[in-house]
């Protein structure tokens, strides 16, 4: 063998939310594993952990108990990819992302298990089941209806605290908001800039002072996700020492500070537990060799070859290129794989973006078998060992269902422990 | 409410009619439904035709193109880019329409000047290499947004009163006169009466609906057109297709980007227009036969308008219907003082305001000359940013740090999104992101609005310019709209860029969840 080749047990392609999960849970399990794919869809995330909030889509049903919702759901959609799990298996998958997050000081947090209600910076309200601690005083402050200050930054745009306090006044009285200038900064800010200069405590000293003139009877007080990159947790608590007042986050569009933190904690720790990674890479072709192993070709010039025994296909719908559109047909882009759909670009959307019965091509993607495997036309695997988990799975909508972590999560898990090694 | 004349609908047309009269000093109410160019002037192709088009069947057109197009390229040449245009014909077009070509246009009085293969290459590298037959011609690419903004601007600052969001919803006859007209406010629902001398209906395709409120009968035919906008710009100059006016045959550069169109459709409703998958496969064939790029290249949107054209006899065949314009007085019929005009080209709208215009004064015992012709559009800051690329010039010019991107495909800062709001509340219009979106190119970038909606509704409300949940409302709004042009265009990188606006709004906001829609 060459030096530009790579033996592993597993490969695992891409690195969104279930890529990463994926090759967090193959490391704990001592699994020589290679990951290859852009990571940036992670930072895209907003941090808040979604397991399954609406179903039906089209009556916007919302369900407390994302466990009561999984088994309707299943009910009804019996080829949604949850259906392949058993619901024990979904929890402990969660339980092990959760406790492994917890050491690295980012702390998960939901109440009796259920679904959680989080304010968006749209002023809307978002039901999702798993929440960073650093926006858990905003689900308490809005289901008391606390008093609530919300501070925004000139500077900072697409998010506008009065946005979120107009939108949410005619149900919740004494809201408060305020636009301040981010100590010793003018024109332009972002999020990420803001979460690490408030790594530096004087920063954290400056902030204070420059709130206290509007806190008023104020209880709680709501930030952009911005308060810190690493040392969240000490950053909140000082803060809160200084003013007094419980803090708490509101989730922000992309890219957003907790999803930066998510991509951060996981990529560190895969990468001290051996799992060897390209980001920023593709796999460009994979071949079967006549023992069965796959022999994937890492692109961009560096001419890698990567042979394992197992792979994991993670690469997403559109956006993390797992899919391709054509004028006429959407594609699996790395194996060809039969890629379910509608029969033509007409019926792949409705009239209205907004539509909550989704939009058909939602719901294009893998078909696989019970143990996640993409079948062939006669519903049989293609191969003993590819799986496919995550967004490119077919027969889920997950923006709609607000299942999109959880879907992650949870086949990863599954395809992770249903590898024959 | 009193004006001596009242305007029903803001296209060009209106808008046209109302700087014409505003200029002969009548004082004047304009009132449209939606907005500025909701209609067929907002959803048209931005070709000021140099007549070459016409020469074939419609002489008469071509020859008052030809007028009119030099015309508004000295009066208003901010609105106007001078591109020139080509004529070609490709293997296998029709021999004797090429051969006849500029005799046909000589004839008209329209310029068409031989071009060498060879040399046509050279000016347009993109041209099938199957091109048989190349003309020059004097077309030009207009903005009829900035059009119709300049118009209505000078047409504000010589007293006319601009009520956006206002229908005409009948008329009060008495003894044979308009006595006054129902409006009602579309945001509101509130009612009021407008009395004016006289009233003159420039609802375009909507002309015969409105004329039915009053008794009148006019028949109109609709012919719905769609048009695609590639992502970058592939051509310097108009390119048409030298054959008889058919579909998909024109492309139409407008700064940075290029328009090919049409296709000629009737419908029977005018609601719920829009561009349809079958639509755009049928252009980009079509249009590629002359630009075969045409197939390759990355689309940001469709869309789609409807023209108004009146049937003064059967046609089967509406690209053979006349596209000269109608004006209607419909004294005969029983109102002195009611007139429609209708049909024409956005290229003829001057003329047609000018001919209404005289007619009115004319009624009314005004004297008083047309000044069209020759007092220059002011340059107003009102339809500056409808321009591709002149945001990013000035904000490169005048960047102060304060001064932020809220769109970063287009460039648009802060300041001209202030600027943009307080021409529309100078002329109290209603204030929402569509609004915006008509006044500058918002959304119109490869994000299709995905990120600077949600940066202005922010940046709105922090101005105090929304209330209440008002921003999920325009969040919801602004994106369907833009959604209408996007949808048939989604493969390759458009689909992409589309889940990540659908895991913002719906995945993470949840918007579709908001039931106030
Ligand atoms: C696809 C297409 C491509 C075209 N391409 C070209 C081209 O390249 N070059 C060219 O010169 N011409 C072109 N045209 C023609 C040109 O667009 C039209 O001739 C012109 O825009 C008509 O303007 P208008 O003001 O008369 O009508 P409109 O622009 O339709 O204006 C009528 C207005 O009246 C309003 N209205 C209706 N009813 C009421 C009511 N009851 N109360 C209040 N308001 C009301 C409507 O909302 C609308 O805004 C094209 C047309 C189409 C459809």
């Excluded at chain 2, 420039?202 to 609906?209: I, K």
């Excluded at chain 2, 007085?329 to 305001?353: C, P, Q, S, V, Y």
Aim: with cysteine; charged share 25%; proline share 4%.
């Amino acid at each position: 063998m060459s030096e530009k080749t790579i033996e592993c047990d597993l490969l695992i392609i891409g690195a969104g939310m279930s890529g990463i999960a994926a090759s967090f849970f193959a490391s704990n399990r001592g699994i020589s594993t290679v990951q290859v794919g852009m990571s940036t869809s992670l930072s895209f995330s907003s941090g808040l952990l979604d397991l399954m909030a609406v179903h039906p889509i089209e009556t916007i049903n919302i369900w407390d108990d994302p466990w009561t919702g999984i088994d309707a759901l299943n009910n009804d959609i019996p080829n949604h990819p949850y259906s392949k799990i058993k619901k024990e298996k979904i929890k402990e998958a969660f339980n092990e992302i959760v406790s492994f997050l917890k050491q690295t000081g980012i702390n998960y947090v939901s109440e009796d298990d259920k679904n959680t209600q989080i304010i968006t910076s749209a002023g809307t309200i978002k039901h999702t089941y798993l929440v960073p601690e650093s926006m858990w005083n905003g689900a308490v402050a809005y289901a008391k209806k606390a008093p609530c200050l919300f501070i925004d930054f000139h500077g900072l745009k697409g998010f506008s605290s009065r946005q979120i306090t107009e939108s949410l006044s005619d149900n919740w009285p004494n809201l408060r908001s305020a636009q301040i200038y981010f100590p010793d900064s003018f024109g332009e800010n972002f999020c990420e800039h803001i979460a690490r200069s408030l790594e530096k405590p004087e920063m954290r000293t400056k902030l204070v002072e420059s709130i206290k003139p509007y806190l008023h009877d104020s209880k709680y007080i709501a930030f952009p996700a911005v308060m810190g990159m690493y040392s969240v947790k000490e950053i909140m608590s000082d803060i809160e020492q200084k003013i007094g007042l419980p803090i708490f986050e509101i989730p922000t569009m992309p890219p957003s500070v907790p999803g930066i933190r998510l991509k951060n904690a996981f990529e560190k720790r895969i990468v001290e537990k051996g799992v060897k990674v390209f980001f920023k890479h593709k796999i460009i072709r994979v071949n079967q060799d006549s023992s069965g192993e796959f022999i994937s070709l890492l692109g961009d010039g560096s001419d890698i070859t990567i042979v394992s025994k197992a792979l994991i296909l993670a690469s997403g719908r559109f956006l993390g290129k797992g899919l391709h559109a054509e004028r006429k047909e959407i594609k699996e882009t790395i194996f060809g794989l039969p890629v379910y759909q509608p029969e033509s670009r007409t019926l792949w959307h409705e009239n209205d973006f907004f539509d909550p019965k989704g939009h058909a091509i939602n719901q294009s993607g893998i078909e696989t078998d019970e143990l996640l495997r993409p079948i062939n036309s006669n519903k049989k695997p293609f191969f003993d060992n590819l799986f496919a988990i995550g967004t490119i799975l077919a027969h889920q909508d997950w923006t709609r269902m607000k299942c999109g972590s959880g879907l992650s999560i949870a086949t990863a898990y599954a395809a992770v422990n249903n590898l024959k090694l | 409410m009193k004006a001596q004349v009242l305007i029903i609908g803001g296209g060009a047309t209106g808008t046209g009619i109302s700087r014409d009269l505003a200029l002969r000093g009548i004082n004047c109410i304009l009132v449209e439904k939606k907005d500025i160019n909701a209609g067929a002037s907002g959803g048209n192709h931005g070709l000021l035709h140099s007549g070459a088009r016409y020469v074939g069947a419609d002489p008469e057109a071509a020859e008052e193109c030809k007028h009119e197009g030099d015309i508004i390229k000295k009066v208003a040449p901010h609105c106007i880019e001078n591109t020139g245009g080509l004529f070609v014909a490709v293997a296998g077009d029709d021999e004797k329409y090429i051969a006849d070509f500029p005799q046909n246009c000589s004839k008209c009085g329209v310029p068409a000047k031989y071009v060498d293969l060879k040399d046509a290459f050279e000016l347009e590298p993109e041209l099938a290499k199957n091109t048989i037959a190349v003309y020059m011609v004097e077309d030009a690419s207009v903005d009829p947004f900035k059009l119709s903004l300049e118009n209505l601007s000078h047409a504000h600052s010589n007293g006319t009163i601009y009520l956006p969001y206002t229908k005409a919803e009948g008329f009060n006859i008495e003894n044979g006169r308009i006595k006054s007209v129902v409006v009602q406010n579309m945001i509101t629902g509130e009612q009021k009466k407008i009395e004016a001398d006289y009233v003159v209906n420039a609802a375009g395709v909507w002309a015969g609906e409105l004329a039915k409120l009053a008794g009148m009968k006019i028949n109109m035919i609709y012919s719905k057109g769609s048009l695609l906008v590639t992502q970058r710009r592939i051509t310097k100059r108009v390119i048409n297709r030298l054959r008889r006016a058919s579909d998909a045959d024109i492309l139409v550069p407008g700064g940075t980007v290029s328009i090919i169109g049409t296709t000629s459709i009737r419908t029977e409703s005018l609601e719920s227009i829009y561009p349809t998958v079958e639509e755009v496969d049928f252009i980009i064939s079509e249009g590629a036969q002359m630009l075969p790029l045409l197939d390759k290249i990355r689309y940001i949107r469709a869309y789609s308008g409807v023209r108004p054209l009146v049937s003064l006899h059967d046609s089967a065949d509406d690209r053979g219907v006349t596209r000269g314009f109608a004006l209607i007085d419909h004294e005969k019929e029983g109102i002195k003082n009611f007139t429609t005009i209708t049909g024409g080209k956005l290229t003829t709208f001057r003329l047609m305001a000018e001919k209404t215009s005289d007619h009115v004064c004319e009624k009314l015992g005004i004297s008083k000359p047309c000044m069209t012709k020759t007092v220059p559009m002011p340059n107003t800051s009102s339809g500056r940013w409808t321009e591709p690329g002149l945001a990013p010039k000035t904000w490169v010019r005048d960047s102060s740090k304060a001064d932020i991107l809220l769109c970063e495909c287009e460039m648009i800062p802060k300041s001209a999104i202030d600027s943009i709001i307080s021409s529309i509340i100078g002329q109290s219009g209603d204030l929402s992101l569509n609004s915006i979106g008509v006044r500058s190119r918002v959304g119109k970038g490869p994000c299709q609005g995905t990120f600077c909606s949600a940066r202005i509704v922010s940046y709105m409300y922090d101005k105090g310019n929304l209330i209440d949940k008002q921003g999920i409302l325009e969040l919801q709004k602004f994106i369907n709209e833009r959604w209408k042009g996007q949808r048939p265009l989604l493969w390759d990188i458009p689909m992409v860029q589309s889940e990540l606006q659908e895991a913002i709004h719906c995945g993470l906001f949840g918007l579709e969840m908001e039931q106030n829609k």
